[in-house]
């Protein structure tokens, strides 16, 4: 069974930014007042990459997204190491 996992969502008053995993990719899913970006990748590395190229993603919205997504790596990093 193919689920869409959300692997970090960032919320702020400027937007919204959502790295999603389905299937083996990673959709890149951010949003503000007036804007709306989609796509996907093969990999979250790729897909962080990709959000510096969104122009509409303020600076601090696209700081506080890879900074959620290095704690969530982080997270999993030390999970898997415990199981």
Known sequence: MNVTRHYCDT???????RFLIHAGRVSLRAEGQGWHHDSTHATLD?????LA?????PG??????????????????TYRGAA
């Open 11 to 17: 919320r702020t008053e400027q937007g919204r930014v």
């Open 46 to 50: 790729a897909a962080a990459t990709f």
């Open 53 to 57: 190229a969104v122009p509409q993603v």
């Open 60 to 77: 601090d919205l696209y700081r506080q997204a890879l900074d959620e997504l290095e704690r969530q790596l982080q997270f999993d990093q």
